[in-house]
C-alpha cells in the first residue's frame, strides 16, 4: 500500500540549481530497486535507498509526465530491516549496483520475493500467478554460502571507468559521470586486493581516461585485468590469456570450462553451480533424449546436458554471440552428439535448428539475455512441441512475459524456483519448468 505525502518543499542547493524534497510514506517495492509512494498531488513516486513501511525525507533527481525518481535522503522513521549500508558510495547521489545497500541479507530476499510476484501478477497474468502460488509461492533462495550473515566478496567479474583524473569508478546512476570508488565490496577479495581502486595506484599507467577496464577472478582467484594495452595477471604483467579456467560442481562432479575474458560467465561465485544443477535437475533427462537448447552461450548447461542424454542422444544450441560459441565449441569438444550453432533466437532461427534434430525435442532450454526471448520465439519454442521446456530468467518482468507466451500456447507450470545470486542489487535469477498439455 502506498499513501501520499503530507508535504514537500523546494531547497536551493550549493550548485543553485532548485531541488525538491518531499516527505514520503514507502509502500511497496518495484521492479528496478526502488519502492512505490505517492506526493501530495498522488503522483507515483519511486524511491530508491528506501525500505517498505519507512517515513522519509526524499531529493526528486528525475520527473516524467506521471511519475518521478528520487532519492531517500533522510530516514524519519526506519523499518527495522535497514541495516548501515555496506556500500556508501552506492548511496544516494552514487553509483549504480548496489541499490540494496542497505537492506538487511533476508530482506532482500523477501524484497525480490514481493517484485517476482507482482510481475507474475502483472505482466504473466492471472492463471500464471495462480499457478506459481499452487506450487508453494515465490521462495527465494541464497546461494551456498548466502544463507546467513556477509554477502560481500561474492563478485568475481567487474567493470569500471576511468575517470578524468585516471581514476578508476562506476557510473553515477543514471548519469554518464564517473565516481572515483574508495572500495568495492561486491567484489571478492582477491579483486579487492589487486590495488586497483584510489588515487596512487600502481596500476594506473596500464589505462587512460575514459577507458573501461574489466577485472575477472576465475572461481574467486587469480584475478586479471583486461585493458586496452591487454590482458594483465595480478602482478601487472602482460600474459597471453586466450580463455580462462571456471571449475563448476554439476551433479557431484567438477567441470572445467574455458571462457575468454571478455566472455560471458556468472559473476556470483557459485552462480554458475546453481544453475547448472538447478537445470540438470529440472531437464530430467533420460539416456538418447534429443534436446534443443537456445542463447547456450560459452555450454555452462550444455555439457552436463549432453552427459546426461549419452552419445545415444542428439543435442543442437543456438547462440548469437560467435565468440561464446567458439568458447562452447571447445568446452563441447568430446561430445560427438553435440552442435552448438551461431545465429540469432528468433523464428527462423529456432524452426531452422529443430531440423538438427531427427525428431521432436524431449525437452528444450532457455536461458534469454535480460529483455526475455520475446514474442515470436516463444512461439517458435512452443510449435517445436517439447514435452518440457526449462526457462531461467534473470528479470522479473521478462520472464513473466515469457511464461505467459509459453501459457498461452498451451504449455503449463510445474515447477518454479528463484535464487538470490546478486546480493545488494535488485537483480534475481528463476527458473521455470513447463509441460506441454495434451488435449
Known sequence: MTSKSRRHHRSRAATGIEEQILELQIGSPAHGGACVARDEDGRVVFVRHALPGERVRARVTSTQKSFAWADAVDILKASPDRVESMWPQAGPGGVGGGELAHVAPHAQRAWKEKV???????????????????????????????????????????????????????????????????????????????????????????????????????NGQSPVVLTSKGVFNSLGEKIEAERLPWNVEVAGKNIEYRVRPTGFWQTHIKGAEVLANAVLSAAALNEGDRVLELYSGAGLFTRPL???????????????????????????????????????????????????????PDVIVLDPPRAGAGREACRAIADAGASRIVLVSCDPAAGARDLRELFEAGYRLSAFSAWDLFPHTHHVETLALLERQVF
Not at 172 to 193: G, H, Y
Open 116 to 218: 517476482i510476484q507482482d510481475q507474475l501478477r502483472r505482466i504473466g497474468g492471472p492463471d500464471c500467478a495462480a499457478a506459481v502460488e499452487e506450487l508453494g509461492g515465490v521462495q527465494v533462495q541464497a546461494a551456498p554460502g548466502d544463507e546467513c550473515g556477509d554477502l560481500t566478496r561474492r563478485r568475481t567479474r567487474i567493470e569500471l571507468v576511468i575517470d578524468q583524473e585516471g581514476l578508476a569508478g562506476m557510473h553515477r546512476f543514471r548519469s554518464r559521470e564517473v565516481i572515483a570508488l574508495d572500495s568495492m565490496p561486491l567484489a571478492v577479495t582477491p579483486i579487492e586486493e589487486l590495488g586497483i581502486l584510489g588515487a596512487g595506484s600502481a596500476w594506473a599507467e596500464l589505462w587512460r581516461p575514459k577507458e573501461r577496464i574489466r577485472v575477472v577472478a576465475p
Open 306 to 360: 549432453a552427459e546426461a542424454i549419452g552419445p545415444k542422444g542428439r543435442l543442437v544450441s543456438l547462440e548469437g554471440d560467435e565468440g561464446a560459441v567458439a568458447d562452447a565449441g571447445e568446452n563441447l569438444a568430446p561430445f560427438g552428439w553435440v552442435d552448438a550453432f551461431v545465429g540469432g533466437v528468433d523464428k527462423e532461427g529456432i524452426s531452422e535448428l529443430k531440423t538438427q534434430l531427427d525428431r521432436r
